[in-house]
């Protein structure tokens, strides 16, 4: 290697990626739309979103809940009430199934629901039979409680909460609960029965004493507006927890946006598949016990410890955007598995890898984190997609820490942060790259450009905070080549990773694409 101001090291990158087994995960397909009903006078219709889902609504309906018939309904079937202090009543429709006792209305029946007015300290029951589909459509409707959750679904075959479209409607819980029994609701939004929210209007919902939005069964959200600010957890699916469609916010004491059935293996799952979910959480931001997949959509956790979580993390399409204190993408946690050597790219040290993975095909991942970038306590594959780590800048972690084999067979990977725990690809790997670790840490806003033997530049990279080493893999990097490092010039990048040119940019040496040298250190939690 030549000598030049900046120590540099290779490396060759390369992974194989499959979609893991979540059981939603089914064939990908693409064209499907999420359908947000609205009732008509004869009968509801479905309004196609727009969206392009990654896994059809058909697989969806195989391995969840959701059935998008249950979107539909005849407006002449609808029980109207309205909700008033002290007066709340039925306006139209039968009034059979619904009872009102004060300032709590329950209802009793399947069927299709439709509230407005208000409640300052009051609540809305759904006990209706095992077998019973209730849709509840909220419109213009705000419910308060000063002793427990406004909304509770106590029994149900399914719930629906249907947001009217163009109403605003508001959930907010007491900060202390009078019943705290282990089986009591604990949600502004609670339901034991599979859940499924959907419609053109949006939601706010305040959990003041634990979660917002909380389902002990299956979560789907189809469509909506929903804003959840909780004291605890934020929106949470015991089996399964779904993004379709709209736009969710959530900021919460605990975690964001998870499924925590720790039972059974094949439950216990996220998946986003279109829509946007914004999260700012005081532990993780998007955590599944089992699987966690995103194949479109936008999912942004802009404030966690840990950024995405999960036994098996899968990200196939849409853009993931995370920022983390401690590992941005963290496969952990599940059953643990046994020892698995790869050929090189062993960052997790003394550590086995267990039963974790972490596959990347496509989509855009970006990360900024604090603690390691890209953790898998196993396996790492990326074949496809665009993989952007801004990772820790002390040498106690790394931007890439994989316990078991890092393999990148395609895709594009930079991985920017400290040295000390600079992780490289195994031997598997099919796609070439470059490993580069500077004598001193280059600070936030450094452009880096690779330029082959004919002088035009294949790679540029800027950094969004210190860096002292830089991981970089791409088609444009061929296996053997020579290939000229440049700090400055001019660049235009999207996510840290653009086009540029070598314009005013200083010569920093010449490296081989294929040949590296790897830190390694202490494995990943």
Not at 107 to 127: K, P
Not at 364 to 387: C, K, P, R, W
Not at 488 to 508: F, R, S, Y
Request: net charge negative; with cysteine; aromatic share 4%.
């Amino acid at each position: 290697m030549k000598s030049f101001p900046t120590y540099l090291s290779v490396t060759a990158l390369a992974l194989a990626v499959g979609l893991a087994g979540c059981s939603a995960a089914g064939t990908a397909s693409t064209g499907t739309s999420i359908a947000g009903a609205t009732a008509t006078s004869n009968s509801a219709t479905s309004a196609a979103s727009g969206t392009a889902e990654a896994i059809s609504l058909d697989t969806l309906a195989a391995d969840t809940h959701y059935d998008a018939d249950d979107l539909t309904w005849d407006a002449a079937s609808e029980v109207a009430l309205t909700l008033a202090d002290g007066a709340s009543s039925v306006s139209s429709g039968s009034s059979d199934a619904v009872k009102v006792d004060g300032d709590t209305v329950t209802i009793s029946a399947a069927g299709t629901y439709r509230l407005s007015g208000s409640l300052s300290d009051g609540q809305v029951v759904v006990a209706a039979g095992e077998e019973d589909v209730v849709r509840v459509i909220l419109d213009g409707a705000e419910i308060s409680s000063s002793t427990g959750s406004p909304f509770v679904v106590q029994s149900a075959n399914e719930a629906i909460v249907f947001l009217e479209d163009g109403t605003s409607n508001a959930l907010s819980d007491a900060a202390t609960y009078s019943d705290t029994a282990e089986d009591a609701p604990n949600a502004a939004l609670y339901s034991k029965a599979d859940l499924t929210i959907a419609g053109g209007g949006s939601l706010a919902v305040d959990g003041n004493y634990t979660d917002g939005i909380s389902s002990k069964d299956g979560l789907v959200l189809a469509t909506g507006t929903v804003t959840v600010d909780a004291a605890d957890d934020g929106i949470v699916g015991k089996d399964y927890a779904v993004l379709l469609d709209g736009a969710y916010h959530v900021t919460a004491g605990d975690d964001g946006f998870k499924s925590d059935n720790e039972d059974d293996e094949s439950r216990g799952w996220v998946l986003v598949n279109g829509g946007t979910l914004n999260v700012s959480a005081g532990d993780d931001g998007i955590k599944a016990f089992n699987h966690l997949t995103i194949t479109a959509g936008t999912a942004t956790v802009e404030e966690s410890e840990e950024g995405l979580e999960a036994q098996h993390i899968v990200i196939s399409g849409g853009t993931a955007n995370v920022t983390s204190n401690d590992d941005g993408v963290n496969a952990s946690g599940g059953s643990t598995g046994t020892s698995s050597q790869g050929g090189g790219g062993m960052g997790g040290g003394e550590m086995a890898a267990g039963d974790y993975t972490v596959e990347i095909s496509g989509g855009s991942l970006t990360i900024n984190s604090q603690g390691d970038g890209l953790d898998s306590n196993g396996d790492a594959t990326i074949t496809g997609g665009t993989v952007v780590v801004n990772g820790p800048t002390n040498d106690g972690n790394g931007a890439l820490d994989v316990n078991g084999e890092l393999v990148v067979d395609g895709g594009t990977v930079a991985a920017a942060g400290s040295a000390g725990m600079a992780v490289t690809p195994g031997t598997s790997s099919s796609q070439s790259g470059v490993q580069l670790t500077f004598g001193s840490a280059l600070p936030a806003g450094t452009t880096i450009q690779l330029a082959d033997s004919s002088g035009a530049v294949v790679a540029t990279f800027v950094t969004a905070k210190q860096a002292a080493s830089l991981v970089f893999s791409s088609a444009a990097i061929t296996a053997g080549g020579e290939y000229t490092v440049y700090t400055g010039g001019t660049a235009q990048v999207t996510a840290g990773i653009g086009e540029g040119t070598l314009d005013g940019a200083q010569e920093q040496g010449t490296v081989t694409a294929g040949e590296y040298t790897a830190a390694r250190g202490p494995g990943g939690r």
